[in-house]
């Protein structure tokens, strides 16, 4: 997975950055796929398992089955959800036999698959024909507001790294359409997309700020590399930015989502 060195990381870490996200956009993409009771399903690239525990809450641990090439995260979704079945795989190559599961979802991952092609193809290989296929990434270029802000201010401190890095240009998708494009090229039928937001809290900005210095995601990694005064500018750019001082805030953030029937 392209980048996936910058989520070899704690999973605390992950929790205190975009992880803060990912328990309500889990329910969203639930909800958008439609996945009902009763159903066997699969989370890619789970990360340290907040689309899992969804699953998991809705469908019971025994239905639920996850990969991540991350054996930090994987250990972590292992740990935190007991009686579910966790793997360190890639997403093009999961170890499961074709149709395995009746839904099979990826949360924030299909950007960082090495061959987005190929992992979209292995979802749909362990679905069940007449399963549905899920997933959703973030409006980078657009209403993800912590990573938008962020890379809008690398841009200002460091105008052609900043340009060279910001996940709203690099990230071939991360615009409305894009992702279900992939999963309809894919030969998903019935594909449909839509919008998911999901809110994070933050104590002050401090607390938005920590774990960006340690590396974490493509974020965390640009923040990490700038020398201290640049990371100093960094900061003062994006609290500007923000708007955020040390009283505490919520952020919104947006995601396409995308989902088709197997064949």
Same mark, same amino acid.
């Given at each position: 997975?392209?980048?996936?060195?910058?989520?070899?990381?704690?999973?605390?870490?992950?929790?205190?950055?975009?992880?803060?996200?990912?328990?309500?956009?889990?329910?969203?993409?639930?909800?958008?796929?439609?996945?009902?009771?009763?159903?066997?399903? &699969?989370?890619?690239?789970?990360?340290?398992?907040?689309?899992?525990?969804?699953?998991?809450?809705?469908?019971?641990?025994?239905?639920?089955?996850?990969?991540?090439?991350?054996?930090?995260?994987?250990?972590?979704?292992?740990?935190?959800?007991?009686?579910?079945?966790?793997?360190?795989?890639?997403?093009?190559?999961?170890?499961?036999?074709?149709?395995?599961?009746?839904?099979?979802?990826?949360?924030?991952?299909?950007?960082?698959?090495?061959?987005?092609?190929?992992?979209?193809?292995?979802?749909?290989?362990?679905?069940?024909? +007449?399963?549905?296929?899920?997933?959703?990434?973030?409006?980078?270029?657009?209403?993800?507001?912590?990573?938008?802000?962020?890379?809008?201010?690398?841009?200002?401190?460091?105008?052609?790294?900043?340009?060279?890095?910001?996940?709203?240009?690099?990230?071939?998708?991360?615009?409305?359409?894009?992702?279900?494009?992939? &999963?309809?090229?894919?030969?998903?039928?019935?594909?449909?997309? +839509?919008?998911?937001?999901?809110?994070?809290?933050?104590?002050?900005?401090?607390?938005?700020?920590?774990?960006?210095?340690? +590396?974490?995601?493509?974020?965390?990694?640009?923040?990490?590399?700038?020398?201290?005064? +640049?990371?100093?500018?960094?900061?003062?750019?994006?609290?500007?930015? &923000?708007?955020?001082?040390?009283?505490?805030?919520?952020?919104?953030?947006?995601?396409?989502?995308?989902?088709?029937?197997?064949?």
């Amino acid at each position: 997975m392209s980048g996936a060195e910058s989520f070899r990381a704690p999973a605390d870490v992950y929790d205190a950055h975009v992880g803060r996200y990912t328990p309500s956009l889990a329910r969203a993409l639930i909800e958008f796929a439609g996945v009902a009771p009763g159903t066997r399903a &699969l989370d890619v690239g789970c990360g340290p398992g907040a689309l899992a525990a969804a699953l998991a809450e809705r469908l019971g641990p025994g239905n639920v089955s996850a990969a991540d090439p991350s054996e930090p995260f994987a250990e972590a979704c292992r740990a935190r959800l007991p009686g579910v079945e966790v793997v360190v795989a890639p997403a093009e190559s999961l170890p499961f036999p074709g149709g395995a599961f009746g839904a099979a979802l990826s949360q924030l991952v299909v950007n960082f698959m090495s061959d987005p092609e190929a992992g979209v193809a292995e979802l749909i290989r362990v679905t069940e024909s +007449g399963g549905v296929v899920a997933a959703c990434v973030w409006d980078y270029a657009g209403e993800m507001t912590l990573l938008r802000a962020f890379w809008d201010a690398a841009r200002e401190i460091e105008p052609e790294r900043g340009a060279a890095a910001d996940e709203g240009v690099v990230m071939r998708f991360c615009r409305e359409g894009e992702l279900a494009g992939l &999963l309809s090229s894919a030969g998903l039928r019935e594909v449909r997309s +839509g919008s998911l937001e999901s809110r994070a809290a933050y104590a002050g900005f401090d607390d938005l700020w920590a774990p960006l210095p340690t +590396g974490i995601a493509p974020s965390g990694a640009f923040c990490k590399s700038l020398e201290a005064d +640049g990371r100093a500018a960094l900061r003062a750019a994006y609290r500007r930015r &923000l708007g955020a001082g040390d009283e505490p805030f919520e952020l919104t953030a947006r995601a396409w989502a995308a989902a088709g029937v197997a064949p």
